[in-house]
Nanobody, 119 residues
């Protein structure tokens, strides 16, 4: 089992910055991938950025050059630095962790944190 707790959301004007954090606890040794998703009203949840256990990062095209994903510890704290925010970045942001125990995988989600960007 992995527990995820997000923090750092809020209201910001367009062009501003926010930093999201996700604290992971429990069986973090089994995490193979961890990332950030977001879901805007009336839209599907989408992957924003992620990082593998090997440290490989990737980003959704719309956030490349503006968002940076990082981990303070390979599997315990995940951060998302969001710069040059746009109104279309407004969504609930969720931390997601995927685990693999050698036999089966599991998905874990945080409770989400609201990011609102005003124009």
């Amino acid at each position: 089992q992995v527990q995820l707790v997000e923090s750092g959301g809020g209201l910001v004007q367009a062009g501003g910055s926010l930093r999201l954090s996700c604290a992971a606890s429990g069986s973090t040794f089994s995490i193979s991938y961890i990332g950030w998703y977001r879901q805007a009203p009336g839209k599907h949840r989408e992957l924003v950025a992620g990082i593998t256990s090997g440290g490989i990062t990737h980003y959704q095209d719309s956030v490349k050059g503006r968002f940076t994903i990082s981990s303070d510890n390979p599997k315990n704290t995940l951060n998302l630095q969001m710069n040059s925010l746009k109104p279309e970045d407004t969504a609930v942001y969720f931390c997601n962790a995927r685990t693999w125990n050698g036999v089966e995988g599991s998905d874990y989600w945080g409770q989400g944190t609201q990011v609102t960007v005003s124009s």
